[in-house]
């Protein structure tokens, strides 16, 4: 019975020695880094969360080397045991330069919020939307409730093909809802045309992507 406690506890100590591993910490780390970018830059500003990020990565990096050194000492070890950890932080490395986090986050957030944001352009060709800045009529606060919708302060820009901001034609109107909101008209999100033609400033548009009817995806 005591061996087989023993053989028990040396297993729970190996066990959770793989799990305490730095590796193990900082992938996690920079996985949710990759997940959760977009969102922490619109939380923290496209100035703090980017430095933020390159220091998680240089941290990673770091634990990297400390594994491929460790990985290199321990000569007494079987080969995949030594570099174990030198294996997970690779393929970690690889997921978090080419998995496409950003076109999954945007797929997720364009078709879970799609009915949400169909009530807002509603409420923009019902005129419904206030607009709460007199020196530029084209952007609206969305209503309590649906201030997630656009980041960058809850606001959209409702305009239409004539560049009309109050009196609007229901069948030309655009409504764009930022996913990301920098500086210097850097900004991305979706932008719904009525008349499903592309924004009229699409050819100055890093990427433009016909989503569906009415429905584009914009990257200035």
């Not at 500003?45 to 933020?52: A, N």
């Not at 496409?100 to 997720?108: D, G, I, K, L, Y």
């Not at 809850?154 to 034609?169: F, Q, R, S, Y």
């Amino acid at each position: 019975m005591q061996e087989k406690t023993l053989g028990q506890h040396s297993c729970f100590q190996s066990w959770f020695s793989e799990w305490s591993s730095p590796s193990v910490y900082v992938s996690f780390l920079l996985l949710a880094t990759c997940v959760f970018f977009w969102d922490g830059v619109d939380l923290l500003t496209p100035f703090i969360f980017p430095l933020i990020a390159a220091t998680v990565w240089a941290l990673f990096i770091g634990v990297l080397i400390g594994a491929l050194v460790k990985a290199q000492s321990a000569k007494n070890q079987a080969l995949s045991r030594r570099f174990r950890f030198v294996i997970i932080d690779l393929v970690v490395a690889l997921v978090a330069i080419f998995f496409p986090f950003t076109n999954v986050r945007n797929f997720c957030d364009f078709n879970f919020n799609f009915n949400k944001r169909m009530e807002v352009i509603e409420m923009a060709r019902n005129a419904k939307l206030s607009r709460p800045h007199d020196y530029n009529r084209t952007v609206c606060a969305l209503p309590s409730g649906f201030e997630y919708l656009s980041k960058g302060g809850g606001e959209v820009i409702v305009t239409d093909a004539n560049n009309h901001t109050d009196k609007m034609d229901p069948r030309s109107f655009h409504v764009l809802f930022y996913t990301f909101c920098g500086i210097l008209r850097h900004y991305s999100g979706f932008e719904y045309s009525a008349d499903d033609k592309p924004p009229s400033d699409a050819k100055d548009a890093r990427e433009t992507v016909h989503l569906r009817k009415n429905w584009y995806w914009v990257a200035y």
